[in-house]
């Protein structure tokens, strides 16, 4: 690689919010124009195309770097235990320079240290790739990992423990202290100021600890102007991350895809909330062998369809054939799947993609949890899979002897190692100790390194990796060797050039829009599969159902007012009109109450209903109402499925039993707070112990439950495994817009064949103290209301809200009878590679862009425009200036509607884009255009005119458009520069 190629003046960005690298560490990407409509048609390929890794970097205990773990799983032991941590197997040892990435001090303070140790993974990564380089603007970045960061958890305890210095105070001003002479507000304002200092206190605390903040972070810092999310699905999240990314490449959105996948040891909560699951935090907690070891670890991969790769010189380690995905429903405490048919399922849809024989396979690598059940399970998938293999032919290893269990990186740990064995060609020992293989059949597990012989008939080395998560998911990917320049593949993708009917037929199934040719590329324009969505629901402010949402949208008055005592309380956070730490300047928001019980027939025990997070318990009241809007069982639902729900990854119940895991650490701060100093021990403790009963916060039973209620991904896990849905449970976060990233991630699986129906949408709920201080710190908050589009407008005001649709394939949805009641049409996503907080319009029309890539109309032919209508001058006037740069084409019979569920229900976060397609979905049914309120005065920075566009304020009927359907676009735009637009047009069948 070249390491001396220098970034373009253009890319370029300002000092204060985004990462710039220096000219030595800038990665081999390229510039090259914006996407365009043949951009993406040229770009459409064979659908099983093979995916090749073209660049890795590996970030684990004892090895800090790919040649160092390549070192290391050659040795004679693991990794060596890291003394820098709470719990061996850390990565305290590792230093990240943040002036390297350009990154303010101000900001690195405030960020979180996963978010640092990716950065430097994905500098790594970008940096071993040899090639001519990666298209910036159409390179995704797709990060994976599980439960909180520590910046959350460093936030969440600061707000909560103003608090608690509170209840200090009163204790102090009370009873036995009160002729002490102790001054009880100054010691409750010095251990405000204590926790300051120990947690830190930054406007930037709020961006610096969301996970979607990291993609966003290593797209701004080199530069890489594609899709960016965060995924978590427990310990499959590996593999939902890289099934994504295999999705993005073969449906030709993306050139390249940056994945980066890692897990730390981020507090007390996640080591006590697994052990309660079976896990150990180290090795001599694992007692005679059947607990997996948590461990700390970082990977990235960097992906290209092979030709690519080929086409520019790339060094590829080796290529993923399938990554296959499949899911046992079970109702109850989440639990790994013990289905032997499951896991021969997964590998027999990843055979079936590739084309390959099992029997080409000859290195399996197993999760190797441990657990001797689940152990059994896998066993007997693989020797079902491999029966009828010659003796001793196939390799059986795991990576977990040497590096433990890294959770949310174990899956990428595995293929990293299967990819490096077969780029060295040599397959790696397994420790003694460690028996991952069946007991029967043609399986050896090698104890010394051995070199992979090529095959007698030419076939090339293959691998398999295995994979299962907590929440019931079991995964097999498929890797093949790296074909030498110039050769012909054999198996795997010859089809691509040699004409075979596979690639054709596949083509033809999933992109529709042209001829497919012998070599499944489209000979005409690409048109993505139309997605038909057959079931929805939502639930806002004062909207119990998307029946009352509606009339909502009707009604003409906004549901927003002072926030309830029980979510938001005043004496202690709220500032009126001041910009400060630790309070908020308005208390206005628009709430959703907290389901509290299940939805009927729903058999959840009270015990386990009560440990789950708001968050889930709506989604399983707004899925209720999905599935009797589609009017049959969920059990009728064939084939594989998944659900993809938009979200934040640190769920609040989380947060808060973190919180009360703390109160030994506050009641030390206590202890060493100089007001106190007259007090004697006995004194101060009788007093810590009056202020931990007020307080209230207690930490986490030790139930297996205890995890479930709290882990992101436990919200799709929840509804699908209740309702005996087979369903992949993922949770995806890019900020604002994780609910259109939701569908993306849905709309991807649908269209590859991975999936054959999705529920995906968005929740969450930001009425709450914390959300309302750390956004009012940044001043982010409007000190009113929020007013998309007004002259006045000065910011969002907060709302809760869920909002979530079942989806098919048309073509299936049609076969099925269902009803239709929309169609979406193409997802566009982007990301601005410059400030995480300022909006771009070139960024933004770069999704709306690629969104037109994929569909046979024009942007004339929208019209309506739902906006993500933030409700600042700033962010407005940018919106309405990237739409003008697509919409306003000059073709325009009619002018733009453009408007924003957020003028009547606030800005609720994840869910925001949910609630703009509901509102939109809506719309179309009824043939009616939903009006914005509380425009006083349209803000003159709004260039409608160039579109043409206007603002409504009041319904008006939607004309019906001869020759087509009526049709809308939902934009959904979030910090970090992530950018998503969504095309629908009307169910010309559905029910109105």
């Known amino acids: 690689?070249?390491?001396?190629?220098?970034?373009?003046?253009?890319?370029?960005?300002?000092?204060?919010?985004?990462?710039?690298?220096?000219?030595?560490?800038?990665?081999?990407?390229?510039?090259?124009?914006?996407?365009?409509?043949?951009?993406?048609?040229?770009?459409?390929?064979?659908?099983?195309?093979?995916?090749?890794?073209?660049?890795?970097?590996?970030?684990?205990?004892?090895?800090?770097?790919?040649?160092?773990?390549?070192?290391?799983?050659?040795?004679?032991?693991?990794?060596?235990?890291?003394?820098?941590?709470?719990?061996?197997?850390?990565?305290?040892?590792?230093?990240?320079?943040?002036?390297?990435?350009?990154?303010?001090?101000?900001?690195?303070?405030?960020?979180?240290?996963?978010?640092?140790?990716?950065?430097?993974?994905?500098?790594?990564?970008?940096?071993?790739?040899?090639?001519?380089?990666?298209?910036?603007?159409?390179?995704?970045?797709?990060?994976?990992?599980?439960?909180?960061?520590d910046r959350q958890y460093a936030n969440a305890l600061r707000v909560d423990g103003a608090r608690y210095a509170r209840d200090l105070t009163e204790v102090l001003a009370d009873g036995a202290w009160c002729d002490t002479g102790i001054d009880a507000r100054a010691a409750g304002q010095e251990l405000n100021d204590a926790l300051?200092?120990?947690?830190?206190?930054?406007?930037?605390?709020?961006?610096?600890?969301?996970?979607?903040?990291?993609?966003?972070?290593?797209?701004?810092?080199?530069?890489?102007?594609?899709?960016?999310?965060?995924?978590?699905?427990?310990?499959?999240?590996?593999y939902l991350a890289l099934a994504h990314a295999v999705d993005s490449l073969r449906a030709g959105l993306a050139e390249a895809v940056l994945v980066v996948v890692g897990?730390?040891?981020?507090?007390?909560?996640?080591?006590?909330?697994?052990?309660?699951?079976?896990?150990?935090?180290?090795?001599?907690?694992?007692?005679?062998?059947?607990?997996?070891?948590?461990?700390?670890?970082?990977?990235?991969?960097?992906?290209?369809?092979?030709?690519?790769?080929?086409?520019?010189?790339?060094?590829?380690?080796?290529?993923?054939?399938?990554?296959?995905?499949?899911?046992?429903?079970?109702?109850?405490?989440?639990?790994?799947?013990?289905?032997?048919?499951?896991?021969?399922?997964?590998?027999?849809?990843?055979?079936?993609?590739?084309?390959?024989?099992?029997?080409?396979?000859?290195?399996?690598?197993?999760?190797?949890?441990?657990?001797?059940?689940?152990?059994?399970?896998?066993?007997?998938?693989?020797?079902?899979?491999?029966?009828?293999?010659?003796?001793?032919?196939?390799?059986?290893?795991?990576?977990?002897?040497?590096?433990?269990?890294?959770?949310?990186?174990?899956?990428?740990?595995?293929?990293?190692?299967?990819?490096?064995?077969?780029?060295?060609?040599?397959?790696?020992?397994?420790?003694?100790?460690?028996?991952?293989?069946?007991?029967?059949?043609?399986?050896?597990?090698?104890?010394a390194a051995e070199p992979w012989e090529p095959s007698t008939d030419g076939t090339p080395r293959r691998a398999a990796v295995l994979g299962a998560s907590l929440t019931g998911t079991v995964c097999h990917v498929l890797l093949e060797e790296a074909a030498p320049a110039g050769s012909v593949p054999q198996g795997a993708g010859a089809d691509a050039h040699l004409g075979g009917a596979r690639a054709a037929g596949a083509a033809r199934r999933r992109f529709p829009g042209g001829q497919a040719s012998a070599a499944g590329r489209e000979t005409g324009a690409w048109e993505a599969e139309p997605i038909a969505i057959v079931g929805f629901g939502g639930r806002f402010a004062d909207s119990p159902d998307a029946d009352g949402f509606w009339r909502t949208m009707l009604s003409g008055r906004d549901r927003i007012g002072p926030l309830p005592a029980e979510l938001f309380d005043r004496d202690l956070y709220h500032a009126p009109g001041a910009l400060a730490l630790g309070r908020s300047y308005t208390d206005l928001g628009a709430p959703v109450p907290v389901p509290t019980q299940p939805p009927p027939g729903l058999r959840i025990p009270p015990h386990r209903y009560a440990a789950t997070d708001a968050a889930q318990r709506l989604g399983l009241d707004v899925a209720a109402e999905m599935f009797a809007r589609y009017g049959r069982d969920p059990h009728a639902l064939d084939g594989v499925g998944t659900v993809v729900v938009g979200s934040n990854l640190g769920l609040s119940r989380e947060r808060r039993l973190h919180t009360g895991l703390c109160l030994d650490d506050l009641e030390a701060d206590v202890r060493s707070l100089a007001a106190l100093a007259a007090l004697g021990p006995d004194d101060v403790e009788a007093v810590t112990k009056l202020v931990r009963d007020r307080f209230g916060e207690a930490g986490p039973d030790d139930l297996p439950t205890t995890w479930d209620g709290c882990v992101a991904s436990g919200i799709a896990a929840l509804l699908g495994n209740e309702h005996g849905l087979d369903a992949v449970p993922v949770a995806v976060e890019a900020?604002?817009?994780?609910?259109?990233?939701?569908?993306?991630?849905?709309?991807?699986?649908?269209?590859?064949?991975?999936?054959?129906?999705?529920?995906?949408?968005?929740?969450?709920?930001?009425?709450?103290?914390?959300?309302?201080?750390?956004?009012?710190?940044?001043?982010?908050?409007?000190?009113?209301?929020?007013?998309?589009?007004?002259?006045?407008?000065?910011?969002?005001?907060?709302?809760?809200?869920?909002?979530?649709?079942?989806?098919?394939?048309?073509?299936?949805?049609?076969?099925?009878?269902?009803?239709?009641?929309?169609?979406?049409?193409?997802?566009?996503?982007?990301?601005?590679?410059?400030?995480?907080?300022?909006?771009?319009?070139?960024?933004?029309?770069?999704?709306?862009?690629?969104?037109?890539?994929?569909?046979?109309?024009?942007?004339?032919?929208?019209?309506?425009?739902?906006?993500?209508?933030?409700?600042?001058?700033?962010?407005?006037?940018?919106?309405?200036?990237?739409?003008?740069?697509?919409?306003?084409?000059?073709?325009?019979?009619?002018?733009?509607?453009?408007?924003?569920?957020?003028?009547?229900?606030?800005h609720t976060f994840a869910a925001a884009g949910a609630a703009g397609l509901l509102r939109t979905l809506q719309a179309l049914r009824q043939a009616t255009l939903p009006p914005s309120v509380n425009l006083h005065e349209l803000s003159p920075d709004l260039a409608l005119d160039a579109v043409p566009a206007r603002v409504a304020t009041e319904a008006g009927p939607w004309p019906a458009r001869a020759g087509r359907p009526r049709r809308a676009a939902v934009s959904a735009f979030g910090t970090g520069g992530i950018n998503y637009h969504l095309l629908i047009e009307e169910g010309t069948d559905a029910t109105r």
């Open 1 to 149: 690689m070249n390491r001396n190629e220098k970034l373009s003046d253009n890319d370029t960005a300002t000092a204060t919010d985004t990462a710039t690298p220096t000219a030595t560490d800038t990665p081999t990407v390229t510039d090259t124009p914006t996407v365009t409509e043949t951009d993406t048609a040229s770009a459409a390929r064979d659908p099983a195309e093979p995916i090749a890794i073209v660049g890795m970097s590996a970030l684990y205990p004892g090895a800090h770097g790919v040649e160092d773990l390549w070192r290391l799983l050659l040795a004679d032991g693991p990794a060596p235990a890291s003394g820098t941590g709470p719990a061996p197997g850390g990565l305290g040892d590792i230093e990240v320079d943040v002036a390297r990435f350009g990154i303010p001090p101000a900001q690195a303070a405030s960020m979180a240290r996963l978010q640092l140790l990716m950065v430097e993974a994905a500098r790594q990564c970008l940096d071993d790739a040899t090639g001519s380089g990666a298209d910036r603007g159409r390179t995704d970045v797709v990060v994976g990992t599980c439960l909180g960061l």
């Open 196 to 238: 300051s200092r120990r947690l830190g206190a930054s406007p930037h605390d709020r961006v610096g600890e969301m996970a979607s903040t990291i993609p966003a972070r290593i797209a701004s810092a080199f530069k890489l102007r594609g899709r960016t999310l965060a995924v978590e699905s427990a310990d499959a999240t590996s």
């Open 263 to 447: 897990q730390r040891d981020e507090g007390r909560f996640a080591r006590r909330a697994l052990a309660a699951k079976g896990f150990a935090a180290r090795p001599s907690e694992a007692g005679a062998g059947d607990a997996p070891v948590l461990t700390e670890g970082l990977g990235a991969l960097l992906l290209k369809r092979r030709s690519t790769a080929e086409r520019d010189g790339d060094r590829v380690y080796a290529s993923v054939l399938d990554c296959a995905l499949r899911h046992e429903a079970r109702p109850g405490i989440f639990r790994y799947s013990l289905s032997a048919a499951h896991r021969r399922a997964a590998a027999e849809a990843a055979h079936r993609t590739a084309d390959v024989a099992p029997g080409s396979v000859r290195l399996v690598e197993c999760a190797g949890y441990g657990t001797a059940a689940v152990g059994r399970a896998e066993q007997e998938a693989i020797a079902g899979i491999h029966a009828g293999a010659p003796r001793d032919s196939v390799a059986v290893g795991t990576v977990r002897d040497r590096l433990g269990h890294t959770f949310a990186n174990a899956g990428l740990a595995g293929v990293t190692k299967a990819a490096l064995a077969l780029h060295h060609r040599t397959v790696p020992p397994v420790l003694p100790g460690t028996d991952p293989a069946p007991t029967t059949g043609p399986f050896r597990v090698p104890r």
């Open 735 to 906: 900020a604002c817009a994780s609910s259109l990233a939701a569908v993306d991630v849905a709309v991807g699986r649908l269209r590859s064949g991975g999936a054959d129906y999705a529920v995906a949408g968005g929740v969450e709920l930001p009425c709450n103290a914390r959300d309302m201080v750390l956004c009012s710190s940044l001043g982010l908050l409007s000190h009113s209301r929020i007013t998309p589009f007004d002259a006045g407008a000065d910011g969002f005001t907060p709302g809760d809200g869920c909002a979530l649709f079942l989806l098919k394939r048309l073509t299936d949805a049609r076969r099925d009878g269902d009803r239709v009641f929309g169609v979406l049409r193409a997802v566009g996503a982007s990301n601005d590679a410059k400030s995480l907080i300022a909006p771009d319009a070139d960024g933004q029309a770069r999704a709306v862009r690629q969104a037109f890539a994929q569909v046979d109309f024009g942007p004339d032919e929208v019209d309506y425009l739902e906006a993500h209508g933030t409700g600042t001058r700033l962010g407005d006037r940018v919106e309405v200036a990237a739409a003008a740069q697509v919409y306003g084409t000059g073709r325009r019979t009619a002018p733009l509607d453009i408007g924003s569920a957020k003028s009547f229900l606030g």
